[in-house]
C-alpha cells in the first residue's frame, strides 16, 4: 500500500496513519532492470588515480537484489569484503526508448536514496560484468520513497555507518549527469516504470562489518536505513568460492589500502 508523509507520519491510502520508525516497509519499486554506472563521481575517481573517461560503462543488478528501508543486508558466511557504496537511485516512471538528453527529467517518476552493496570477495570472477560481486539478494537497499518534485542536481548524497559520516559528494561533482545516464541507457533498451538506474557512489567505499548500522541520505529526498547480518554461505560448494585477494582488497579498501 503507497504511504505519503504527513507531518511526522506515513498516511496510508485508506485514511490510517502510522510512525515511519516503526512500520515495515516494503521496496518502493519493483524494477524489472537495475542498472548502475562503474564510475560517476570524481572523488571516486581520485581516490583510485584513474584517467577520466570518455564515456560512462554499466552493469547491472537482478531485480531480487531490491530490498525496502528497514532491511538487513546479510553477508555470506566465509566472506569479509561486503561493502556500502550510497547512491542516489534514478526511478523511471513511464517507458524509455531513444530519449533525448533534454527530456529525460520528464520521464521519471523520482529519486530514492540506495546503497549499490558490493561482496568483493568475489571480485576476480564474471569478466568485470561484477554478477556475484553486486548480484545477491538483497544488495540493493532502496527506500524509505520515491520522492518526486525535488531539483537532483542541487543535492548531496551522504553515507553514515553507525552515525559516523564515510562518504559524501554533491550531485554537481558527477562526471556525467543523470539526465545524460538516462539517455544513453535508452538509447541501447527501452527502460520500463519502476526500472532503477544507480547514479555512482563518492570517495570512502569500505567494508562493512556484522552489526553495522548503514544510512544513505540524499538532501531533500530522504534517508535509508539497514542493518548487516550474516547469512550461511552459498551451497553447494561449487564453483568461485570467494577469496580476499590483494586485488580484492585494494578495491574494498580504497585509498585506504596497503600493501
Request: net charge negative; aromatic share 6%; glycine share 12%.
Amino acid at each position: 500500500m503507497f504511504a505519503t508523509i504527513d507531518g511526522d507520519e506515513l498516511l496510508l491510502g485508506d485514511g490510517r496513519r502510522l510512525d515511519p520508525e516503526t512500520a515495515s516497509h516494503l521496496p518502493p519499486v519493483e524494477p524489472q532492470l537495475i542498472v548502475c554506472i562503474h564510475m560517476n563521481f570524481e572523488s571516486r575517481r581520485l581516490e583510485f588515480g584513474l584517467p577520466l573517461g570518455t564515456e560512462p560503462s554499466y552493469f547491472m543488478k537482478p531485480p531480487t537484489t531490491v530490498l525496502g528501508h528497514g532491511g538487513t543486508v546479510r553477508r555470506p558466511a566465509g566472506c569479509e569484503l561486503l561493502n556500502f557504496e550510497g547512491e542516489i537511485a534514478a526511478v523511471v516512471g513511464r517507458p524509455m526508448r531513444n530519449v533525448p538528453v533534454a527530456e529525460a527529467w520528464d520521464y521519471l517518476a523520482g529519486f530514492a536514496p540506495a546503497n549499490d552493496v558490493g561482496l568483493h570477495d568475489y571480485r576476480e570472477t564474471d569478466a568485470g560484468s561484477m554478477f556475484r560481486v553486486k548480484g545477491h539478494d538483497g544488495f540493493c537497499p532502496i527506500g524509505p520513497g520515491v520522492v518526486a518534485g525535488v531539483d537532483i542536481r542541487d543535492q548531496v548524497l551522504r553515507t553514515y555507518r553507525n552515525g559516523v559520516v564515510v562518504q559524501e559528494g554533491p550531485v554537481s561533482e558527477m562526471l556525467y549527469g543523470i539526465d545524460y545516464l538516462l539517455a544513453d541507457i535508452s538509447r541501447h533498451v527501452t527502460l520500463q516504470p519502476g526500472d532503477i538506474v544507480l547514479t555512482g557512489t563518492p570517495a570512502g567505499s569500505r567494508p562493512m562489518a556484522l552489526g553495522d548500522v548503514m544510512e544513505v541520505e540524499v538532501t531533500g529526498i530522504g534517508r535509508l536505513r539497514h542493518t548487516v547480518g550474516e547469512a550461511p554461505a552459498p551451497v553447494p560448494n561449487v564453483g568461485f568460492q570467494p577469496v580476499a585477494s590483494e586485488m580484492s582488497r585494494a578495491v574494498a579498501f580504497g585509498g585506504d589500502f596497503k600493501r
